[in-house]
């Protein structure tokens, strides 16, 4: 059973940082892209960032020079540092993966954390 848990999540004032990760555990044999999503009340879900394995990353323009994402291959583990958070992202922050298994291939989701950044 693949899993993905994150953490970091919480209250943050304007201006301020958070770190969010996420780490996958269980039995597969790779994984590829990983990223991250958001979905603020009312809104669609909407990409964030991702990176490949190969470490190229790509990020939704709203976050662009405050957001950084990077991952650790040999944890397993996908970060998201926040920088200069704005009311405006406020959201429930999801991960995702593309993860090769021994059954197959598939995108598997995090559980979510909330960000809440007051103003």
């Known amino acids: 059973q693949v899993q993905l848990v994150e953490s970091g999540g919480g209250l943050v004032q304007a201006g301020g940082s958070l770190r969010l990760s996420c780490a996958a555990s269980g039995r597969f044999r790779y994984i590829n892209d990983m990223a991250w999503y958001r979905q603020a009340p009312g809104l669609q879900r909407e990409l964030v960032a991702a990176?490949?394995?190969?470490?190229?990353?790509n990020y939704a323009d709203s976050v662009k020079g405050r957001f950084t994402i990077s991952r650790d291959n040999a944890k397993n583990t996908v970060y998201l540092q926040m920088n200069s958070l704005k009311p405006e992202d406020t959201a429930v922050y999801y991960c995702?993966?593309?993860?090769?298994?021994?059954?197959?291939?598939?995108?598997?989701w995090g559980q979510g954390t909330q960000v809440t950044v007051s103003s």
């Open positions: 995702n993966a593309d993860i090769r298994t021994f059954l197959g291939q598939r995108d598997y």
């Open positions: 990176i490949s394995n190969g470490g190229s990353t």
